[in-house]
């Protein structure tokens, strides 16, 4: 069992600079590669970002590409998202997820097995 704790969501005006922060529970993170989501209102959930178990291979969605940037510190149990130049369109709840199967990372929910509570972002114009 992982559980996962985000935080580091606020609110930010157009063109502005977040991170946040997933915590894991301890001496969990190594074993699972990770992915950060997002939803936002009346949408589904989508991929925001993913990372592979040893950090070395990332992954984005084209909507973030070269704004966003994920990383991870499996030392200290925590991945994270650096998200600069930021748009409205960005506001949702973001969600980061752990899955566990062979695969090196993903974008697709199915393949998580397990969720944060989620921190919200609203970018305000």
């Known amino acids: 069992q992982v559980q996962l704790v985000e935080s580091g969501g606020r609110l930010v005006q157009a063109g502005g600079s977040l991170r946040l922060s997933c915590v894991a529970s301890?001496?969990?993170?190594?074993?699972?590669?990770m992915g950060w989501f997002r939803q936002a209102p009346g949408k589904e959930r989508e991929f925001v970002a993913g990372?592979?178990?040893?950090?070395?291979?990332?992954y984005y969605a084209n909507s973030v590409a070269g704004r966003f940037a994920i990383s991870r510190d499996n030392a200290k149990n925590t991945v994270r998202l650096q998200m600069n130049s930021l748009k409205p369109e960005d506001t949702a709840v973001y969600y980061c997820?752990?899955?566990?199967?062979?695969?090196?990372?993903?974008?697709?929910?199915?393949?998580?097995?397990?969720w944060g509570q989620g921190t919200q972002v609203t970018v305000s114009s």
């Open positions: 997820a752990a899955g566990s199967n062979q695969i090196s990372y993903s974008s697709h929910p199915s393949e998580y097995d397990y």
């Open positions: 990372i592979s178990r040893n950090g070395e291979t990332t």
């Open positions: 301890e001496g969990a993170l190594s074993s699972v590669f």
